[in-house]
């Protein structure tokens, strides 16, 4: 998984999409229905999973640590060793290119008496672990990293580990979910305080798996998450809904490639997650949410997206933590919109997979874009919807989601935009480029 041969790939100018497509299921619903069915007792069924490398890499460590997970006829069914009863893994467990994996797993690992080593691809062993080796340090968990808290890190878990409150500094629902799965084996109650609301669905599954979690909000907005510990997961069944952030690519795509009319089916449209929608349909998106329900306790809804005449718009920066993967591809669209769009507030982007900000840019302004790139986000005038210059190769820097953005971007462009390694879309998306070929027949 951490060694492949780069696969270069080419994407030109389509023809109108059209059709109905269903996606991956979500990747943060994936993660976490692995994980928590491995800590109740009893055997749980998940269908809709995502079966990508990163979900994957989440499935082998739990197996890793005690749990029996087995997929029988597109039904993952994973057999639990309830709270506190994680065993000691025989090796590294190899992470990949997820980030989430690791920093939830991370605090799996912290309140029980177990040592584990955290290992990854180059990608995933250049970005920062600090923001959550900070707070599982002072649960007391012990934790080795290599140098700019980067993996490869050991970690030394603390049974029973100390209950405490934490104030996040910097909004990341991966950093409160570390903490509120550690906060599962550990006795009384940790609390997480959020200033800056982020995607909830650890909340919403701990709650259905019957952890004692409650949320509180002030007056401010700020949430106070209190879980009490020691708990009994209890085995649930779950359906995973689309995800929010594969089905943004083709949004996007037929938003911008002319006479395009495409239907996706099942999207989740929980609220922390579909800040896209929302922005794209204010610079003018044609985007119809078809029969709204509930699945798996998330929000859902099909899709019915029509070319559009966009429009730039300065984004407000409050919206971010609702969008924050799906800035590339918005960026995208900005290039075909009509004026310009102004985005601030995007500091994270600079420690995801890749940074993002300056590799987007830089891959811009290579396919003709006139991009400006300022500490906090970018600034970019749009073509108005003309095509693209095109013609560039892109270097996709291991990054699934700057290989897929560019990838829509060639759909719209004069000459084809070559993506240096198409790879790493299969940590996310492995059936990508299937379906936006079911499109383009």
């Known amino acids: 998984m951490t060694d492949q041969t780069a696969t270069p790939r080419a994407f030109s100018a389509s023809v109108p999409l059209q059709g109905r497509i269903a996606i991956p299921g979500d990747k943060s619903i994936s993660h976490r229905s692995l994980m928590l069915s491995a800590l109740a007792v009893g055997e749980s069924r998940v269908t809709g999973l995502l079966e990508g490398h990163d979900v994957l890499a989440t499935a082998a460590a739990m197996r890793a640590m ?3 997970i087995e997929r029988r006829d597109g039904e993952w069914r994973i057999h639990g060793v309830g709270v506190g009863g994680l065993l000691q893994p025989r090796e590294a467990l190899d992470m990949g290119n997820s980030g989430t994996s690791t920093r939830l797993l991370m605090g799996l690992v912290a309140s029980h008496p177990i040592t584990a080593t955290f290992v990854g691809d180059a990608s995933l062993s250049g970005r920062p672990m600090g923001r959550v080796i900070d707070p599982l340090s002072q649960m007391g968990a012990d934790i080795t ?3 700019g808290g980067r993996l490869p890190l050991m970690l030394r878990g603390l049974a029973p ?4 409150s934490y104030r996040l500094p910097v909004a990341s629902a991966q950093v409160k979910s ?13 609390e997480v305080i959020e200033p800056v609301p982020t995607r909830d669905h ?3 599954m ?6 004692d979690l409650t949320v509180e909000t002030d007056r401010d907005g700020t949430r106070y998450i209190h879980i009490r510990g020691e708990a009994e997961l209890k085995p649930q069944t779950i359906v995973v809904p689309g995800d929010p952030s594969s089905a943004a690519f083709f949004i996007v795509a037929a938003l911008i490639v002319p006479g395009s009319d495409v239907t996706i089916a099942n999207v989740g449209l929980n609220p922390t997650r579909a800040g896209l929608v ?4 204010a610079m003018g998106g044609d985007i119809a949410l078809l029969d709204a329900r509930t699945v798996g306790g998330e929000p859902a809804a099909d899709l019915r997206v029509r070319h559009s005449m966009l429009k730039g718009i300065d984004v407000d920066p409050a919206i971010a933590p609702s969008m924050i993967d799906e800035y590339p591809i918005l960026f995208v669209a900005a290039a075909l919109a009509e004026g310009r769009t102004t985005t601030t507030g995007l500091d994270e982007l600079r420690v995801k997979e890749s940074d993002r900000l300056a590799v987007m840019a830089t891959g811009l302004k290579a396919i003709g874009v006139r991009v400006e790139e300022s500490e906090d986000g970018l600034i970019i005038d749009g073509s108005g919807g003309d095509p693209l210059a095109g013609g560039a190769a892109i270097a ?5 989601r700057i290989c897929m953005s560019f990838a829509i971007a060639g759909l719209a462009s004069k000459a084809p935009v070559t993506i240096d390694d198409i790879a790493p879309v299969a940590t996310s998306f492995p059936n990508f480029e299937a379906l936006l070929a079911s499109l383009q027949q």
């Open 202 to 204: 650890s909340e919403r």
């Open 161 to 164: 580990a100390i209950p405490f």
């Open 278 to 281: 929302e922005v794209l349909q």
């Open 66 to 68: 005690g749990a029996s």
């Open 178 to 190: 570390a903490i509120l799965l550690a906060g599962l084996n550990t006795p009384g109650i940790t």
């Open 396 to 400: 996709g820097h291991l990054d699934h």
């Open 145 to 147: 990293a290599s140098p």
């Open 206 to 211: 701990l709650q259905g798996f019957g952890a």
